[in-house]
């Protein structure tokens, strides 16, 4: 596969990719000042990279980690190029600066499982180029033709002299170039030649996770520091009228009562007082976008749309003439999914840390997007972007929902208004009930097939919610023509052999929050996508698996499919049970999409309505991998959020507030209820594919069609709840 994001000279220069490579030779403090001479003491070879006399080599992680091992993959990447002794490196976060900028979002941003695809070439140039200034370094200092200079982990030879020096002495006398070293694409190790790359390397995070030693916002302690929540507002654009917290101020420890845009913080000395406080806040609220919103009504008008061609929609994708080929086609097959708002359960609440002084800003966030958190604070503060300092902190559990920073830019608010540092935590109640969710969705799916039963054109109409106006903006949507890229990713059937295709957006906006969700619009899209695959194999008299097979017209997909089946003993017969299967993808078409086939074996209850997911074998192409064991767990991880999204999770709105309150009656899967999970790994390429999020689009397809191979009828709303599988059923 080639590389369409491969940095050139100069860029690296310039930095017009975000990552602007400076050469210094200092402690950390300075990194990023330039200097002709080498001072004694660590040398910070580039952005990345920092050497110590005593040989420990010190590698920054460019992105906040938040589960996905993000911060040992990418100075893996780093320290490969280098050719490091990986015994001898230390990690360290990055800090929020444009060097250390995702070349796919020129920002420091964690979403869609692209980091290490986004970093891969740029942090192989960064270390490939380190270990050039060192050969450069030892070939003045030893006046041999750098050519004659190889590499062992952090040590340079040279062979034909017998003479050998670690990287740490090599620092302590080189010198940086005037201009960077060039570092081609090919110039680069060979994959063959990888000795950390695809080993199962263990997690730098794990040991302070298992110790307590991790540092979450929540763990955040600063002298003279208040602390506040805040009551958010029932929905989009409702604000505080009236308040009582005039009255709540008389209450021991409490400081401030501050009213926000769409919320009021209560702020005091304890967090106990605060919450108590909270308890007795009553707020008067103006109505917003979605007063009277509600979900359940609001379901059946988003079908209604979604069955209405004539009603205004976007085109998300489009191959020939799907509509003629519709019309004129043999028989038409038309099949209607829906599935309910989603929220993102992430087990640490929503917390942030502030402190404000007169010419500068510090932050502690667990974040998906510290640069904007950067911004928005210069923005609100009127300091400057370069005096505000964002602590990327672990999060405990991001999945979309700390790609927004609205809990963020509400304690830079607060801190400002009450002049003291501050941290604001979110209880459960609250963050449920300001929840930004993934989005209610609705399909209607037209397949026009021809006399032999070939397909001849593919529509599908999608009604729901938009995600990238909240996210990005409304001027982010426009400059993408209307499309939603977010919502209507994997609406299409781009692996199967259709001459003809259309993918619609009926715009549908309540006013509701929304945001990315694990793996993006996968979940619902997919689900609708797959299960008409298997109803048309089953109009053939064709077997859905074998059928999927003559359908592909990728070989790729084709591989992962035909190992799922493998794995599954797809053809053994099973008593009381029955298999399903599910394709799905993952990534940028320009940047390569990673795919998967998960087959599921389900047990019902047909009394009760209720589904037993007994196992789960999953066969991804994610090309290299990175680590290997990691990207499994990543892929059994989204499997199993694939679970539990199918079989009960589902948030509703009543009158624009959400209706569920905690873990009580939002239902995630239960351990009692997890099953086995099997993963393989097929490589293809030599470069990383996006991992984390990929089994999720497989799940609820293979669950439906396991139901339809047991019973002859179709599950086509998600959650699958023991009412909609009776009533499914008949029963």
Avoid at 54 to 79: K, R
Avoid at 488 to 499: F, G, K, L, Q, W
Avoid at 589 to 614: H, K, M, S
């Amino acid at each position: 596969m080639n590389d369409t994001n491969t940095l050139g000279r100069r860029s690296l220069l310039t930095g017009a990719t975000g990552l602007a490579f400076t050469f210094a030779f200092a402690g950390p403090e300075t990194a990023g000042a330039q200097t002709a001479s080498a001072p004694a003491g660590p040398a910070t070879l580039n952005a990345y990279v920092r050497i110590a006399p005593d040989g420990t080599i010190t590698i920054q992680a460019p992105v906040p980690e938040m589960g996905q091992a993000s911060n040992t993959a990418l100075p893996l990447i780093v320290a490969e190029e280098l050719d490091a002794d990986w015994a001898r490196v230390r990690i360290e976060t990055a800090p929020v600066r444009p060097a250390y900028d995702s070349p796919i979002f020129r920002s420091q941003f964690v979403v869609a499982s692209l980091s290490v695809r986004g970093y891969w070439m740029p942090l192989r140039i960064a270390g490939a180029q380190a270990r050039r200034v060192l050969l450069d370094a030892v070939a003045a200092r030893w006046n041999v033709p750098v050519e004659q200079l190889t590499t062992e982990p952090s040590v340079v030879v040279h062979a034909a002299s017998n003479r050998r020096i670690g990287y740490g002495e090599v620092a302590a006398f080189a010198t940086v170039p005037a201009t960077l070293p060039e570092i081609a694409p090919a110039a680069l190790k060979p994959v063959s030649a990888f000795r950390l790359i695809g080993r199962d390397i263990p997690r730098f995070d794990v040991p302070a996770k298992v110790t307590g030693q991790a540092v979450f916002a929540i763990d955040v302690r600063l002298p003279n520091m208040l602390h506040a929540t805040v009551a958010r507002s029932p929905g989009l654009g409702a604000r505080p009228v009236s308040h009582n917290g005039a009255e709540l101020l008389r209450r021991p420890g409490i400081t401030h009562v501050v009213p926000l845009d769409q919320g009021v913080a209560i702020v005091g000395e304890r967090i106990e007082a605060v919450l108590a406080a909270r308890r007795e806040l009553t707020v008067q609220w103006s109505p917003g976008e979605g007063a009277t919103f509600g979900s359940e009504a609001a379901l059946a008008s988003y079908l209604a749309d979604a069955r209405d061609t004539t009603k205004q929609a976007v085109t998300a994708g489009r191959t020939g003439e799907a509509a003629q080929a519709i019309a004129g086609a043999a028989r038409v097959h038309t099949a209607e999914f829906t599935t309910d708002y989603v929220y993102h359960a992430q087990m640490e609440p929503l917390t942030c840390v502030a402190s404000i002084t007169s010419d500068a800003v510090e932050v502690w966030a667990g974040t998906q997007w510290p640069s904007l958190v950067r911004d928005e604070a210069a923005r609100i503060t009127g300091i400057p972007a370069e005096r505000v300092k964002v602590n990327m902190l672990t999060m405990g559990g991001g999945f979309g929902r700390r790609a927004m920073i609205d809990y963020a830019i509400e304690t830079i608010h607060i801190a400002k208004a009450v002049g003291r540092p501050v941290k604001v935590m979110a209880t459960r109640e609250d963050d449920i009930a300001n929840a930004h969710v993934r989005p209610m969705t609705a399909h209607r799916i037209d397949v026009g097939l021809d006399a032999t039963g070939k397909i001849a054109g593919w529509r599908h109409r999608l009604a729901a919610d938009l995600v990238v106006p909240i996210l990005y903006g409304r001027a982010r949507l426009e400059a993408q023509r209307g499309v939603d890229h977010i919502v209507t990713y994997h609406a299409n059937v781009a692996h199967y052999d259709v001459p003809a295709t259309l993918t619609e957006h009926v715009y549908r906006e309540h006013g509701v929050r929304t945001a990315p969700w694990r793996g993006i619009g996968a979940g619902p899209n997919a689900f609708a996508v797959e299960a008409v695959i298997d109803d048309l194999a089953r109009q053939a008299n064709a077997d859905p698996l074998a059928y999927r097979l003559a359908l592909l017209r990728d070989a790729r997909a084709k591989a992962v499919v035909e190992a799922a089946g493998q794995m599954s003993e797809w053809g053994r017969r099973r008593e009381g049970t029955s298999l399903g299967i599910g394709f799905s993808k993952l990534g940028l078409p320009q940047l390569g999409e990673a795919l998967a086939a998960t087959v599921a074996e389900v047990a019902i209850d047909r009394a009760n309505g209720r589904l037993r997911v007994l196992r789960l074998w999953c066969a991804a192409d994610i090309g290299l991998a990175v680590q290997p064991r990691n990207a499994m767990r990543q892929i059994e991880a989204s499997l199993l959020w694939g679970v539990s999204s199918a079989l009960t999770e589902r948030l509703t709105f009543r009158d624009g507030a959400v209706q569920q309150t905690n873990f009580t009656d939002y239902e995630v899967l239960r351990a009692s209820d997890t099953p086995e999970v099997h993963v393989r790994l097929i490589r293809s390429g030599d470069m990383p594919l996006p991992a984390a999020e990929l089994g999720l689009g497989c799940v609820a397809p293979a669950i439906s069609n396991a139901v339809l191979a047991a019973t002859g009828k179709r599950l086509n709303a998600t959650p699958f709840t023991q009412d909609r599988v009776r009533a499914a059923l008949g029963a």
